[in-house]
């Protein structure tokens, strides 16, 4: 399967797979932390293209707007919110489909488990199709993904700051 269409079938499908559960307790943290997350990014991701947008942070939250572009058309809408819980942070993810049609009834929800120098890791706390998603920013012009799947090879995506 081509890595593309396994990264797309990956996002689409998180609400499908069974639970995976975190075991480590959580390093503290505020999205305060997460300031270098913010802006728009974007990039391939086969022939998709991948755009992020992310806020500042502010009220305890942190939030990201995704979209898929397949054909020069919409193939999904995801919503990330990043928010303070128990001094730590933890991450939900909800995705629709063009129509605004929701592919799960509740959000996935991660828990941080690892934080340094522009870098976060969550993993999850229940059902979803992903065990592990980590952010970092190399540099200046670089905001990469990384995901651990319940099932099959992990993915990798590497996006750059959109013109403005």
């Known amino acids: 399967m081509p890595r593309s269409l396994l990264f797309t079938c990956v996002f689409i499908s998180i609400a499908f797979s069974a639970p995976t559960l975190v075991q480590a307790e959580s390093p503290r943290a505020s999205v305060a932390d997460l300031a270098w997350m913010s802006g728009a990014w974007a990039g391939p991701i ?6 992020e947008n992310w806020t500042h942070p502010a009220a ?3 939030a990201g707007l995704i979209r898929i572009i397949a054909d020069g ?3 999904m809408i995801e919503m990330v919110l990043i928010e303070e819980s128990d001094d730590t942070l ?3 993810v909800r995705q629709w489909r063009p129509g605004f049609i929701a592919l799960a009834d509740e959000p996935l929800t991660m828990k941080l ?9 969550f993993a999850a706390t229940g059902p979803g199709a992903l065990k592990r998603l980590s952010y970092s920013r190399p540099s200046e ?7 651990e799947p319940s099932m099959g090879e992990g993915f990798e995506v590497h996006l750059v700051p959109v013109a403005k």
């Open 90 to 92: 933890m991450l939900r």
């Open 113 to 121: 488990v690892e934080i340094g120098d522009r870098r976060v890791s």
């Open 73 to 75: 058309e919409t193939s």
């Open 141 to 147: 012009n670089a905001f990469h993904i990384k995901g």
């Open 60 to 62: 305890g939250t942190v």
């Open 46 to 51: 086969g022939p998709q293209q991948l755009q």
